[in-house]
C-alpha cells in the first residue's frame, strides 16, 4: 500500500486535487475551474477527468475529501451552495466506489481549512481553537482538547452564524445579523457601495460575486490601504463583527487562538485593528484575554491539506466509524 | 473500596455535600447557609463540620467538587465570585490531603449542572448539548461528542458572555452586551424597576442581590404570570436574549439540546416562548432548526450529582491526567 492520500476539495470557483504525503507535503496537485450552471454527472465528470490528471497510485492510504455545505455527514451525500448541479449527490459514496477497500471521508470545507491550520499551520499545537475563513461565507472549524469536534450533525464551526447584532441586515441563511450577514465579500462591497463607494475599476451589482467575491473584496481592500474613507469603513466595519463573533466564541469555548484566512483576511491591519479592538473589547474574563487571532498561515493547498488530515490524521480529526 | 462518591457543591449562598450511589442516586446529603463576609479558614472550616455530619465511609469511590468560578483548572485553586474570603484557596488540594489515594475533581458548578443533566437529566442521551443555568449569573457547560468539552482553560461553556447586542448594557465581567448583563435575575429586576416595576411586596435595591437574586426574579415572576405588563416584558426581553444567544451556541456548536434550569427558568412560557420566538428567528440552517430547549430536570441535588458524575463517569465527564 502506498502511503500518499488522494485529497479532494471542491468548491464553487475550483475543484482541487492531489497527492498528499503523511507529513501533509503536497507533492503533486491539478486544478479546473467548476463548470458554471452545469449539472450532476458534467460535475462528476469534470471531477474524474482531474483525478485521471494525476499520477494516482493504484494502493492509496485513503481519500479525504473537502466540500461546500450542506451536506448529509459523515455520508457526505453533498449540496453544496452555488452548485445547483449537485443536489444530495453521492460524493463520498462515488468516490469510494472508485477507490475501494480504504477510507473515504468528507467533511466541509471550511472545517477542513481549519484542522489543515492545527495540524501543519498556525495552529499547530494549540488545544482550543476557532479555524476561520472570511471569503464569500464565513466559515470555520473548532478544534477542542486537540480534537476536531464535529458537533451533533458534522456542522459545528459555523461562526458564520454566530449573531452579532439581532437588528442587523438580513442573512442568507434566513436569519438576521449573522456574522456572515455583515463581514461577507460581496456583502461588504454591497453595504461599501450604497454608502457611495466607487471602486478604482467600474464594479457593478453583477460583479460582487465574480470569483466568489473575493476580487471586489480584495479591491475593496486595496482601496482602504490607498486610504479610501468608505473602504476604510467597510473594512473597520467587518473588523468589529469578526471581533464580536469571536468574542463570543472565546467565552463559549475558552479558545487559545484563532486563525483568519480567506480573501478579506489579505487586508491585514486595517481589518485585524478594528477586530483586535472589538475582541478585546469584549473578551474581559480572565482565560478569554489569553486569546490570539493570526492570519492562516497556509496557501491554496490548505484545503488539500486539511481533507488528507481526515485520513491521515484520523485520530486527532475524524470521529465517525465510517 | 466503598462505591459511594463524596460531592461537594459550593456556591455564594449554600455549601452542600452528599454522598453518591454509582447510578447518581444522592443517598445522604447536608446543607448549611455559607458564612458571609468569613475569612478562607472559616469558610474551610464550615465544609469540614458540613462533611463531619455526613457518615462517610472509610473508603470512597472519590471526591467531586462542583464551585463558583474562577479556579485555576484541573488544580483547582478557588476564588469564587461572592465569596472573597477565598482567592487563590486550594480546594481541590485541601480535599485531597483530607481524603487521600481516591480521586479528587473539581469544576466549574454551572459546568457540574450540565453534566448532571446529561449524565441523569433531561440531557441523557445528547450528543451535543448545552446545559444552561439562569441565576444571579447565567452559566453552562457544553457537551459535545458525549463528553463534556472543557475548553483551553476549563473555561468552556460560558454562554453568559456570549454578546447578544454588542450596544448592549455593561456586564459583570467588564464587557457590555452579554446575555449575563441582561438576563440575570439581578439584572433584569433592575431593569424592571427602572422601567416603573413595583413589586408586589416591597423591593430595594438591595434586595436584588438576596438569595442569589432568585427571590426578586421569582417576584418578577409572579408578577408577570399575573399580568404585569413591566414584569412580562422584562421577561420578554430576558427570554429575547436567551433565545439569541442560543441561536450563536447552536449555530457555532450544532447542538442537538439545550437545557435551561436556574430561578429565572421557574417562570415557564413567558420565558420560554419569546426565547424560541427569537431562537427560531436566528437558526434558520437545516441542521440548527433541530435543536430543542428545555427546562432542567434535576432538581435542588443536581450539582451534587454533577460533581458526583466527574468521579463516577470520568470517562465521559472528566479529561485532565489528575
Redesign the interface.
Known sequence: MSDLTLAVDIGGTKFAAGLVEPDGQVVAAERVATPQGADDETLWRTLTALLDRLDVPTALAGVGIGCGG?MTWPEGEVSPLNMGGWSGFPLRGRLAARFPGVPVRIHNDAICLAVAEHWCGAGRG???MLGMVVSTGVGGG?I??GRL???????????G??????EGPP?G??????LEAIARGPGLAAWALAQGWSPGDAVTEGDLYREEGTATARRLAADAAAGDPIALAAMARAG?ALG?AI???V??????LVTVGGGLSQAGDLLFRPLEE?LR????????G?VRVVPAALGQDAGLVGAAALVIAGDRYW?PGI
Open positions: 450542506p494549540s488545544a482550543a473548532l477542542l482538547g469536534i464535529d458537533g451533533g450533525t458534522g456542522n459545528a464551526g459555523h461562526i452564524h454566530v449573531v452579532v447584532d439581532p442573512c441563511c434566513g436569519g438576521n445579523g449573522c468589529r464580536v468574542a463570543s466564541a467565552n463559549l469555548c475558552d479558545l487559545d472589538a473589547e469584549h473578551t474581559r474574563m480572565g482565560f478569554a489569553r470521529s
